[in-house]
Nanobody
């Protein structure tokens, strides 16, 4: 099974940027997709963005399109989420997750999850 560890969260003012990292270990990832989800207080966990490891193909939720960029570093087994132009509504705990095959938007299809990293955007 894949083990995932997120880092990079923090407090930032509206309009600022953060880069989240998701370090993966435990097995080869060539046939996996790594995605970012987020969960705000009182809300359901929602898909943010995902990347298919072997092809680099990416998927973005509409709110992330144009502001967030997902990427991977094969040598470091790490997936990044660069978040720009952050808004207070981006405040949430961000999780990375691994699923076999392609990127899917449904959280229940992910087999491994990190512990989450808090992102807080002040107005």
């Amino acid at each position: 099974q894949v083990q995932l560890v997120e880092s990079g969260g923090g407090l930032v003012q509206a309009g600022g940027s953060l880069r989240l990292s998701c370090a993966a270990s435990g097995r080869t990832f060539s046939n996996y997709a790594i995605s970012w989800f987020r969960q705000a207080p009182g809300k359901e966990r929602e898909f943010v963005s995902g990347i298919r490891w072997n092809t680099g193909a990416t998927v973005y939720e509409e709110f992330a399109q144009g502001r967030f960029t997902i990427s991977r570093d094969n040598a470091k087994n790490t997936v990044y989420l660069q978040m720009n132009s952050l808004k207070p509504e981006d405040t949430a705990v961000y999780y990375c997750a691994a699923a076999a095959g392609r990127v899917v938007l449904t959280s229940t299809q992910y087999e491994s999850w990190g512990q989450g990293t808090q992102v807080t955007v002040s107005s």
